[in-house]
């Protein structure tokens, strides 16, 4: 995996732990695009909590932002979440294949 992508990878498991930033997150997934003070009005924290949260999905690469006026509005990056999703695929055919093994000589006869 290139350092790019394992980066990639863990700023976004890093960002995701925080309930409130997979909250930000999905209003703006249903949304299409929203403003701080939109986000805020559906998650029910304040625009400045708002703010520090889409800042920091901003760094991890999951949100950009494009100005509109007096607005700034927020859109979802799918990338890194893509990125992500392949990565827990590839961990979880690993896992697969080990516990097929394990089985397989659990159920050996003789053992």
């Known amino acids: 995996m290139p350092p790019r992508t394992g980066a ?7 960002c995701l732990a925080d309930e409130s930033r997979r909250d930000v997150l999905e209003v703006l997934v249903q949304s299409g695009r929203a ?3 939109a986000i805020a009005r559906e998650v029910g924290i304040s625009r400045q909590g708002v703010a520090k949260h ?3 999905l901003t ?7 494009e100005r509109v006026g007096r607005e700034v509005l927020y859109v979802v990056q799918p990338e890194p979440l893509q990125d ?3 990565w827990l695929d590839r961990s979880a055919a690993a896992w697969d294949r080990r516990l097929a093994a394990l089985k397989a000589a659990a159920e050996k006869p003789g053992t």
């Open 35 to 37: 403003s701080a003070s």
């Open 54 to 56: 889409l800042t920091l």
């Open 59 to 65: 760094e991890a690469g999951l949100v950009t932002s």
């Open 84 to 86: 992500a999703a392949r």
């Open 8 to 14: 990639t990878v863990t700023a976004v498991f890093t």
